[in-house]
C-alpha cells in the first residue's frame, strides 16, 4: 500500500501540476495573477464555487470539509444557479456569478444540468463562452490500489471547448427540419493546437494525436488539421499524427497505451475523455481543469449531476476533490495540495471506505472523514 500511494503521488502530483503548470507558462497573467495570490502561503486567497445541481452540494460540501481540515487559506465565493434566465448571459448563471470568476481569476465548479430543449443556453457553454475557457484538459491515468481492465494508462486528453458543434447556434428551417452550425475558425483552432504543443513539449510528452473526421467533414474538420499541421512544423522534436475519430475510440479500448496527449474540437472531446474516464474506473475519478487566456482557471468535477442519488448521501466527491487539488497547485499551494491528494489516494487504496461506484458501501460523510482522518 505504502509503494502504491507513493507512485500515486508522483504520478497523479506531477500531473496536475503540470496540466496548471502549462497554463500558466503559456499566460502571463494567468502567472502574475498566481504570484499575487500566493505572496503569503497565510493570506486567505478568495475563490468561487459553483456547488451546482443535483449531488453537486453534497459533494461541495465535502471539498470545503477537507479543505479545513488541511488548513487551506481560501475563502469561497459561493454562486449558485439562479431560477430565473439572467437577460444579460441569457441562462439561468447570472452575470454577478460570471464576474465573480472574472474577478477572482480561479475557481471550482460542480456538475450543472441544464434542462434539456427548454431553449435556453446551456449552464456550461454560457461559462466556457463568457469566461473565454478555450481549453479543457483532462488527465486520465491508472490509480494505483484501484483495479480496472487497464494498468498503465496515461494520457491526457485537450478539447476545444468554445466552438464546433457546441456553438449552440440552432434554428428550425422548415416544420420537421432544424439545422445546427459547427463552427471552426482559425484562431481557435491554433490556440488550442498550440497550447497541446506546448505542453507535450515543456512536459515530456513525445506525441500528439489530433483527433478528427475530415474524410466526412472536410471544411471543418479540415481546417482544423490544417491549423494542427501547421503548429506541429514548429516543434520538431514532438510526434504528430492523425487519428479517424471512430478509430481512435477502438484503439483506446484496444490498446490505450498507444496514445499520449489527444488534441480535438469540442464536441470529439466531450466523447473521447468520457471514454478515457471509463479506462480508469470512471467519471468520479477524473479531474479536469478549464483554462483561459486572460488567466481564468476553472476546475470542474466532469460527471452529471446524478439526481436519482442527490441527497441520499451517496455521492462520490473524489473528482471534486482531485479538481480541488488542480486548482491549488495553479494558486502554489503546493503543500496542502500534495497532503489532500495523498489523503485521498490513501483512503482509496486501503479500501475500506469506497462510494457504491467504486465497489464499496461508504456514505458520501464516511469516505470524505476517512479522508480527513488521514490528513
Not at 497573467?29 to 503569503?40: I, M, N, Q, Y
Not at 469561497?76 to 470568476?101: A, C, G, K, M, N
Request: proline share 4%; net charge neutral; charged share 20%.
Amino acid at each position: 500500500m505504502t509503494m502504491a500511494a507513493t507512485f500515486a503521488k508522483r504520478l497523479i502530483g506531477s500531473r496536475s501540476s503540470q496540466i496548471l503548470g502549462a497554463a500558466n507558462s503559456t499566460s502571463s497573467t494567468a502567472t502574475s495573477v498566481a504570484r499575487a495570490f500566493c505572496s503569503s502561503s497565510t493570506t486567505p486567497i478568495t475563490a468561487t464555487m459553483f456547488p451546482g445541481d443535483g449531488i453537486g452540494p453534497e459533494i461541495a460540501e465535502s471539498v470545503k470539509q477537507v479543505f479545513t481540515t488541511a488548513g487551506v487559506p481560501i475563502n469561497w465565493e459561493e454562486h449558485y444557479v439562479s431560477t430565473e434566465i439572467d437577460p444579460r448571459t441569457q441562462s439561468f448563471l447570472t452575470w454577478e456569478s460570471l464576474e465573480s470568476v472574472r474577478r477572482n481569476k480561479v475557481g471550482l465548479k460542480g456538475p450543472m444540468a441544464t434542462p434539456i430543449g427548454k431553449g435556453h443556453r446551456s449552464l456550461n457553454l454560457t461559462l466556457r463562452k463568457e469566461l473565454n475557457l478555450y481549453a479543457n484538459v483532462r488527465p486520465c491515468y491508472s490509480l494505483p490500489g484501484y483495479k480496472t481492465r487497464y494498468d498503465d494508462v496515461n494520457l491526457i486528453t485537450i478539447r476545444e471547448n468554445t466552438e464546433g458543434e457546441y456553438s449552440g447556434l440552432e434554428h428550425q428551417v422548415v416544420r420537421g427540419v432544424v439545422e445546427s452550425l459547427k463552427i471552426i475558425t482559425r484562431q481557435a483552432s491554433l490556440r488550442v493546437a498550440e497550447y497541446a504543443f506546448h505542453y507535450a513539449k515543456t512536459h515530456g510528452r513525445e506525441r500528439v494525436s489530433a483527433i478528427h473526421k475530415a474524410n466526412i467533414m472536410q471544411k471543418t474538420d479540415g481546417l482544423f488539421l490544417k491549423c494542427c499541421r501547421e503548429v506541429a512544423e514548429k516543434y520538431p522534436e514532438v510526434k504528430y499524427e492523425e487519428v479517424v475519430i471512430d478509430n481512435c475510440c477502438m484503439m483506446l479500448v484496444k490498446n490505450p497505451a498507444l496514445f499520449d496527449v489527444l488534441v480535438m474540437p469540442n464536441l470529439y472531446g466531450d466523447i473521447i475523455s468520457d471514454l478515457c474516464a471509463g479506462l480508469v474506473g470512471g467519471l468520479g475519478l477524473t479531474p479536469s481543469c478549464n483554462i483561459g487566456e486572460d488567466g481564468v482557471a476553472l476546475a470542474e468535477a466532469v460527471h452529471g449531476s446524478a439526481p436519482d442519488i442527490a441527497g441520499k448521501n451517496l455521492a462520490n466527491p473524489t473528482a471534486l476533490l482531485l479538481s480541488g487539488v488542480m486548482m491549488l497547485r495553479h494558486l502554489k499551494l503546493n503543500e496542502q495540495a500534495e497532503q489532500i491528494h495523498s489523503a485521498i489516494i490513501n483512503t482509496i487504496a486501503e479500501g475500506k471506505y469506497r462510494t457504491a461506484d467504486l465497489g464499496g458501501s461508504s456514505t458520501t460523510t464516511d469516505f470524505t472523514k476517512a479522508i480527513c482522518d488521514h490528513l
